[in-house]
């Protein structure tokens, strides 16, 4: 049994990272029910062969805390990519992304992959992981991008779906074109 599909089970998170391999996983309600879950999930993960580590109070909010800026740090070559995918399709993800690190909601399917060097492979990496994960009807965006791949990226990748109706609704919303010109979704 995984851990989102125990019955018992409501985690507020459930969230997956690497290097190396981890799964973090939040229980949000009374403290004598957030316990009993944890316990319940350290059996689950025990179980499945995996080390685990119960925390709480300020340990907690530094976990936390880590997790959440770890992908985020900036550095000179970093890209940062957005993917989204089947829940069922994240480990493979993790597996061949060969991206430098990778963070996210596992039970989601949405990940942010970080990828450090030099621009031009960078945008072949890109390429490569919107192909593969394309084909599955996977996306992936540019999030953040060092300002050395300033138009050496397409952030957006093939668009998913008609230029025409995404220009009409941009057109809608931002009669004046003042929202992020020429920067959203095929140059609209």
Excluded at 1 to 13: D, F, G, N, R, V
Excluded at 58 to 66: I, K
Aim: charged share 20%; hydrophobic share 45%.
């Amino acid at each position: 049994m995984t851990i989102a599909a125990a019955p018992a089970l409501s985690p507020t998170a459930l969230e997956i990272e690497s290097p190396p391999h981890r799964v973090v996983v939040r229980f949000e309600t009374t403290e004598r029910a957030a316990d009993a879950q944890a316990d319940a999930t350290a059996t689950i993960c025990r179980a499945a062969g995996a080390a685990t580590a119960i925390v709480a109070g300020h340990d907690e909010r530094d976990l936390w805390a880590a997790y959440e800026s770890a992908i985020w740090q900036e550095t000179a070559d970093s890209l940062i990519v957005k993917v989204s995918v089947l829940p069922s399709d994240v480990r493979e993800l993790i597996e061949q992304s060969a991206a430098g690190s990778a963070a996210g909601r596992a039970a989601l399917g949405v990940l942010y992959l970080r990828w450090q060097g030099s621009a031009s492979a960078a945008s072949a990496w890109l390429d490569h992981l919107r192909s593969r994960i394309g084909r599955r009807g996977g996306t992936a965006v540019v999030a953040a991008a060092s300002p050395v791949f300033s138009g050496r990226i397409d952030p957006w990748g093939p668009l998913a779906t008609n230029r025409s109706l995404m220009a009409a609704v941009k057109a809608r919303f931002d009669p004046h074109s003042i929202l992020n010109p020429g920067r959203g979704p095929g140059g609209l």
